[in-house]
């Protein structure tokens, strides 16, 4: 019987571009004002080139160039990662390789003019306008109807007013769930919102969302405790509501709509801008509202009412 232990794990050594990733985070986190979620992406991206060159015996960054770059996105591809991500490692990968040759000493910029894939369009799952007025009427029937005590009460007038806000604003869920008390103009019905990159905007809303807002502010104190803050929306448990749980209320309000496979918070913005693109508003405006860098994302939505109107034509022009 051998008395030595458990073989040593084997040791992976880092990749090369491993030291450089602290620094890079703090790059996209402090000077860009990255979010959270893309400091982690745009690093796991370049850990992963750093993994590859390791493995495939590129052991310095300076001898990396474009074709050992698309060598590492072909491997990607061969894993069976979505479009969306190869495209997203390519914007990480240019992002990192301008941040090396302007603050690292790099020499040249292996990511200079390499392309990925062009992202698949996707047409955003839209909720019809009178639908979406059905499925907030309910919500406002929830919200006046009785209840077994005052926290169901409280939470029906918070789920209601989250849903007519977001489908009045177009704001992301995000945006509202980080929205504070102080935030909310309620003379003038505007909201001031924090977007990505810590922008700040101010949107209207109408008044259906104003009077469910009320309404939820005079319940609200039924579920805030200390640990809210100045929070707008609160959780079951006193503190500022969690993203996932309102995401939850969001999806299961969407689920009550007949003919739809719209779910998430994303619907409803995707629903208003396209209802307000279809009543006339103007592009420039709908962009300024969503909180677009370019008008270019906002132009999906164009597509979206013009397949609105394909459909109407085929169905009523006699020579369709």
């Known amino acids: ?4 232990g458990p073989a040593p794990r084997e040791t992976v050594p880092p990749g090369p571009l491993e030291s450089y990733l602290p620094q890079f985070r703090a790059y996209l986190a402090l000077e860009r004002s990255r979010s959270e979620n893309t400091v982690r992406s745009y690093a796991a991206d370049v850990t992963d080139l750093s993994d590859w ?6 052991d310095s960054i300076d001898l990396l160039d474009r074709d050992a770059l698309r060598g590492w996105l072909a491997q990607r591809h061969q894993r069976g990662l979505a479009r969306s991500s190869v495209s997203r490692g390519i914007a990480a990968v240019h992002t990192f390789f301008r941040w090396a040759v302007d603050t690292q000493g790099l020499r040249h910029d292996p990511a200079a003019g390499l392309r990925g ?3 698949a369009r996707h047409l955003p799952d839209v909720v019809g306008a009178s639908a979406l007025a059905t499925m907030l009427d309910d919500l406002a029937d929830a919200a006046f109807g009785e ?3 005052e926290q169901s009460a409280a939470l029906a007038a918070r789920d209601w007013a989250l849903l007519e806000l977001l489908y009045a604003t177009g704001a992301r869920i995000s945006e509202l769930v980080g929205l504070d008390r102080a935030h909310v103009d309620e003379t003038n019905h505007v909201l001031t919102v924090t977007g990505k990159g810590d922008k700040q905007r101010r949107i209207p809303y109408g008044d259906t969302a104003g009077e469910a807002l009320a309404v939820w502010d005079r319940r609200r104190v039924v579920l805030a405790a ?14 500022r509501i969690d993203p996932r749980v309102a995401r939850r209320v969001v999806s299961t309000a969407l689920e009550t709509v007949p003919d739809s496979s719209a779910r998430g918070p994303h619907s409803l913005r995707h629903s208003a801008a396209t209802h307000l693109l279809d009543g ?12 677009h860098a370019t008008v270019a994302t906002t132009q999906i939505y164009t597509h979206v009412s013009v ?7 085929s169905q009523a022009h006699p020579r369709a």
């Not at 200390?226 to 503190?239: T, W």
């Not at 006339?280 to 909180?291: I, K, M, P, T």
């Open 53 to 58: 060159m390791r493995k495939n015996g590129v």
């Open 280 to 291: 006339g508003a103007d592009l420039r405006s709908v962009q300024e509202l969503l909180g």
């Open 117 to 119: 894939p062009r992202p």
């Open 307 to 313: 397949e609105r109107l394909k459909r109407a034509y």
């Open 226 to 239: 200390p640990a809210a803050g100045d929070a707008v929306f609160v959780g079951a448990r006193g503190a």
């Open 147 to 149: 209840h077994e005590d």
């Open 1 to 4: 019987m051998s008395d030595r």
